[in-house]
Every structure is written in structure tokens, then in C-alpha cells.
């Protein structure tokens, strides 16, 4: 017999605790999909038999954070936990400074609030729905500065979180640097694909705003998948850790917001970092408006410990391994298949690109928000539109955003599916592909005035 040569990744712990899922009838999920108008966000979750709606809180923790629950100190102030979790964001993030938040929101709202005047511009790679949100709510005007390849869903390119030095410094010059607020870097970008920076980017765009006296405020939502594929895919940088890694990202920014519910495995959190003494000040004092006392934002102790304890943990090369490799394992399958996904796979989540699958839909049938329901039809699967309506009203114009990708996103949550959940998802969706060309697509019947994507609803054409 021949030995086998390869030897494939696998997960890096074993299960001690399950919880059951639910399988439904096809006519059981006619119905409750029609309940929900054709918005996924709608469903209950007992309705839904595979989970990839987000990647958002919805990880599955070790037994060690789970163990760090039971040492929360539930002290209105000063709980040991909030100290802990300073010392992880300062050992392993670089930041001096941390205000808790109960996620990452909570933070955009916060820097926003501090550090846009009104009538200012704020440039990043490519927006993300609540940090675009708050930029507006605070009255700045978001601009895309992520390098054109970002748009293109089918485009390889290793970097495509990177932004445009070129566009970045065509807006400095078109409104002065004095008007730009800041710039948000994402990494990795979630509205490309999950789609990492390089390390050079980061290094030149923190030179460039730097040379303008412009902050750069880094989204670390993802920051240490994003180090993984530095590793994986920059020069120079293959043997170092990945917290060698994300403390150099870190280094190129002034600030950091972000969501725990993402990278650091946990159900709920999130933290503001920052360097500046001042802006500190300001949101120390800001966030018991918004969120809670400065020594808990918004979460209780045992939450800060499993976010602290988190930290660890996702800073693992054979934890982010195991992550990425599932759904890289999901896009290969997919792409064998011959099923249009945005290409090369990210970090978080495959992206199919509806457009393809539905030639036959103009934008306005919302062909993303059509394939999500069609998927939730054929198996039970919950997935995310991410085209049309997510893209939201442009506030100045009050039309659409018309993105030019229209994209449903598989998103895989952290230690929680198994290989074979993968393969029924690959299969379900590949029966979708194959029953395209019946499908008519959706009407809008009901908008709601912020974050569309979440409430708004659905009737079949
Ligand atoms: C989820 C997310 C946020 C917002 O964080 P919440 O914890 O959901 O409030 C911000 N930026 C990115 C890139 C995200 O993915």
C-alpha cells in the first residue's frame, strides 16, 4: 500500500460540551423565510440548522475562558478583570491606553465623537456599515480609498486590503489635511472578502498621514487573522509570531477600535486602544455616557476576563490555522465546483458573488438578498447579504449606494462547526448554483432609516 504523503491540518482542541441542531422541512422554512421577508436577520435562530450569518459573537470559548467566567469580579469599579484584560491589549496590541466598550461600535462611536468635526472627511479602505455610521453620525463624509482591485471580485491579488497612496493623497490635496479627520484602516477588510493589508501598506500609509499630521485609526476587528497571512504571504515576515506580527500593524496607528465578538473568541466586547494621553482623557470621560464606568464599558467582569484570556488564545498560529484552513477547505471545494466566489478566499468568510448567479436580476431585484433566501430555502443555512441593501441610502443624495459587488457571505464562527457541516454546506450551495436560472428575485416592502441591511423586508417577485 502507498503511505500517504499529505498531512492535513486539523483543529487544535477536541469538543467537551455540545449543543443540538435543529434540521426543517423545506415547507417549514417556506414558511418561516416568508415570515422573516426574505431577510435572514429576521429568522429565529431555532429555525436555522447551519449558522454562517456572522462571525460575530458567535464563537464557541475554551475551557479556560470559560473558566475565567467564574473569576469575574463583579465590582461596579477598579474589577480585576479590566486590569487583566489592560495588560493583554498593552502586551499584545502595543496601545497604551484601553477604554472597555461593550463592542466594537462602542468605540466608533466614542473616536468619531472626539475626533471628527463636522463638515471633515475620513478616508479608509473600503467602509464598514457601523464605522461609516458613526463617522456620518458625528458629521463626517466617509471616502473609499482602497485600491480598485478590492472591487473586483475575481481579481487575485494577495494584499486586497491595501489602500491607494495615490487616492489618499488626492483627497489631501482636494479638501487639505486639516479637514481630513483621520483615516480608518480595516484589517482585515470585511467588505472585500475578508481580505488582508500588507505590512507595507500599513507602513506607508502611517508615513503619509503621519506627514500630514493626520491620525491613523486602525479597525483590529480582524488584526490577527490579517497577521496571519503577513506571515503566510509577505516577504521578511515567515518567522515571525503572530504577535510579533500584530504588534508591528499596531505600531502604524494612533488608535485601534475593536470588536471582540470577532478575533478574541468571545460571545460579547469590545475595546477602545489608544496612545494619546488626551484623546484618552476625553473618551474615558465619554464612555460613561454611552457604555458604563471606565473600568467596565458596558460588560460585566467575567466578560472582560474571557476577552483578556481570549487574547491568548487567538493569537495562536494553530488556532488562526485551523480557522482560516476551514474556510479555505469551504472556498477550494467551492471553486472546484466551479461556483462564482470572490476570489482569493479571506480570512472570515467565502463570498459568493450573486451577480453571476443571477445575470438575470438588475441590482434593484437584489440578487444578493435573493441568493441568501434561496440558500436558507434549500437547506436551512442562514447567510448574509452583503450588496444593495447593506450598501445603504446615500445621505446627500438619499439614492441608493449602488456597490458594485453584490455578494452573499458564508461567515464561519470560531471552533464551532466541524468538517462535515462544512461539506453539507458546500453541497447546498452548489445545488443553489445548479436551479439559477429560475429564480425572479425580490421586492423592498419595508425600509428601515438606519443599517437597512438588518430590519428591512422582502416580497417575491
Ligand atoms: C463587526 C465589526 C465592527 C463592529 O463591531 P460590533 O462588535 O459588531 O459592534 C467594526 N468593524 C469591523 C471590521 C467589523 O467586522
Known sequence: METMKRRSWAEPFKIKSVEPL????????????????????????????????TDSGTNAMSDYQWAGMMLGDEAYAGSENYYNLEAKVQEYYG??????????????????????????????????????????LAGGTFVD????????????????GNVDLNKFQAL????????VAYITIGATVNMAGGQPISMENLRSVYQLAS???IKVVFDATRAMENAFFIKKREKGYENKTIKEILREMCSYSDAATMSGKKDLLVNIGGFLALNDYEVFEEARNMVVVYEGLHTYGGLAGRDMEAMARGIEEACQFDHLQARIGQVEYVGNRLIELGVPIVRPVGGHAIFLDAKKFYPQLEQLKFPAQTLA??????????????????????????????????????????RVYTQAHCDVTVESVYEVWNNRASVKGLTMVYEPKYLRFFQARFEKL
Open 373 to 414: 433566501a434561496e440558500l436558507y430555502l434549500d437547506s436551512g443555512i442562514r447567510a448574509m447579504e452583503r450588496g444593495i441593501v447593506s450598501a445603504g441610502l446615500n445621505k446627500e443624495t438619499g439614492d441608493h449606494y449602488y456597490p458594485k459587488l453584490e455578494l452573499v457571505r458564508l461567515t464561519f464562527p470560531r
Open 145 to 160: 480609498v482602497i485600491i480598485d482591485e478590492a472591487h473586483d471580485a475575481q481579481i487575485e491579488h494577495p494584499f486586497k
Open 172 to 179: 489631501i490635496d482636494r479638501v487639505g489635511a486639516e479637514k
Open 95 to 136: 496601545y497604551k491606553y484601553l477604554v472597555p466598550t461593550h463592542q466594537g461600535r462602542g468605540a466608533e462611536n466614542l473616536i468619531s465623537h472626539i475626533l471628527i468635526k463636522p463638515g471633515q472627511y475620513v478616508p479608509g479602505n473600503m467602509y464598514f456599515t457601523t464605522t461609516r455610521l458613526h463617522q456620518e
Open 22 to 53: 435543529r434540521m426543517t422541512t423545506r415547507e417549514e422554512r417556506e414558511a418561516t423565510i416568508r415570515e422573516a421577508g426574505y431577510n435572514t436577520f429576521l429568522l429565529k435562530s431555532k429555525d436555522v440548522y447551519i449558522d454562517l450569518l
Open 211 to 213: 506627514k500630514n499630521k
